[in-house]
């Protein structure tokens, strides 16, 4: 999956569609016989001197096979695939019904395999990068460094955390938990940097922290200093009816981790 900025004439959105691939191959590492191409359009842009409006918005690229196998896994599995989506605007769709959901927000997940940075101004995505590394990369350095099973590895990590106290035979692992988030906070920095030095006139409000690899202790105060923003923990269900039968204090614990699938029930209208 590839995300980018990208200016076009000012044309009908099927008409940009249309053209996609005659223009996008030099910003995409496969064929784009080879992919699916959508477009997703932000504002409307003056050209540059005499040139006639323009349109800037996000490219969205995907493989065809990789779409294809998804599709076929959901048939598989008795359903009916209606829509193709991607994660990042579906975590943003939830974000925004949330308490969290004001301003300029830099949406940061952190995944298993990857992790990803969707910006949005009033709750109109405007920038998405994803980052090839996430919590499992982090269980496979302790299990590859220590010698212990995935379970055993997933264990130490959350009952470590990124904490500066540990007992000595506790330091090993606190050392490789340290140094591969400091790995991956680099990465998110520099992403938030990088939109922060090109989009000036969308100063980022505060970051909101969502996925499974939010959840390592002291990882939300860690990224607020790499950055300077105010990092808060997604809260997706503000402002939804919840039934009777839902625990409260569970759904509290756990919500930022199933932001992507309340954003899919939605809907893309949402």
């Given at each position: 999956m590839v995300v980018r900025n990208l200016t076009v004439?000012?044309?009908?959105l099927r008409r940009i569609r249309e053209s996609l691939p005659f223009q996008v191959q030099d910003l995409l590492s496969f064929p784009t016989a080879e992919a699916l191409l959508d477009f997703y359009p932000i504002k409307e842009v003056d050209g540059e001197g005499e040139s006639e409006p323009q349109v800037s918005g996000l490219l969205?690229?995907?493989?065809?096979?990789?779409v294809q196998a998804h599709i076929k896994a959901a048939k598989l599995a008795g359903r009916r695939s209606i829509n193709v989506?991607?994660?990042a605007f579906a975590r943003s769709r939830a974000?925004?019904?949330g308490v969290t959901a004001p301003g300029v927000i830099a949406q940061i997940d952190i995944g298993g395999g990857s992790s990803s940075v969707l910006i949005s101004s009033g709750g109109v995505p405007q920038f998405v990068r994803v980052i090839p590394s996430g919590g499992n990369q982090l269980t496979k350095a302790l299990r590859a460094r220590l010698g212990i099973d995935e379970e055993a590895a997933e264990v130490l990590k959350m009952k470590l955390g990124l904490t500066d106290v540990v007992a000595p035979h506790d330091a090993i692992a606190a050392t490789v938990i340290r140094e591969v988030t400091a790995e991956l906070l680099e990465s998110l920095?520099?992403?938030?940097?990088?939109f922060t030095n090109n989009w000036p006139e969308l100063p980022i409000d505060h970051i909101v922290l969502m996925g499974g690899g939010a959840r390592l202790g002291g990882f939300p105060t860690a990224l607020r200093d790499v950055t300077g923003f105010p990092v808060l923990t997604a809260q997706p269900v503000g402002g939804l009816e919840l039934g009777p039968d839902v625990d409260?204090?569970?759904l509290q614990d756990s919500?930022?981790?199933f932001v992507a699938a309340l954003g899919l029930a939605l809907g893309s209208k949402a």
């Open positions: 004439p000012k044309m009908s969205i690229a995907a493989t065809k096979d990789v989506d991607i994660m974000i925004h019904r920095r520099n992403t938030v940097q990088y409260r204090a569970v919500e930022c981790t």
